[in-house]
């Protein structure tokens, strides 16, 4: 099996998982609601989920202002309300936090994969206290980094410019994917490892050319 076939195999078991776990939570009712959400409003000359997801461009009261109706609009939002609404549990982050600074060292020094434990906190359940800690903690750190993202504009810049240097590097590499079209058609992983450290190679040796390269056109001019 290739690369290629493993990634797509792992994507239908993930389609298949993901469907599995939320097939009931889509009663009619809700599936009206987010069908609603397609629809262009008149108010805002667009669609709502085009308004939620644009985000904030400058730091100003009228950001601010728009921010804040998102959110109104999103805790008033059929079914939705009590996910939107929901505290956050600190007590059972300070509970856990040893494990979960036990949890973060395995990782960190390889005692344990990723993978694995992915894997092992779904196998238990929602019962498992530690993966409700975890759980908790991300939401808490996803809160924390929302609300810097909107109150810090320079950090908001720097969000920006590293995400335009991992699309710049991800175009870069489908630029220079040029053997067999860039399908890896090699049937061993051996074969197939080669040719992805090939890309690498190549992307690496452009990016390290490429100031010199800059510069002697700037001469030149």
Known sequence: MTVVERVAHARAEAQRETFDRLAHEFTEARCAALDGLLITDPEIRMTRLRWLATGPVEASPAAVKAEVAKL????????????????????LIAEHYDDLLRLAGSLKFGHVTASLLVGKLSAAGRQNALAAALK???????????????????????ISRQLNKGESLHALKRDLLYAHEGAIRARHLEAQTEQAWCLTLATNAVVACYPGWEEAVCNAA
Not at 136 to 158: F, S
């Open 136 to 158: 908790e903690y991300g939401t808490q750190r996803r809160t924390i980094y929302a609300a810097r993202y909107l109150a810090d504009p320079a950090y908001r810049r720097k």
């Open 72 to 91: 109104e609009f999103e805790a008033d939002f059929p079914h939705t309300g009590p996910l939107l609404t929901r505290k956050l549990n600190t007590d």
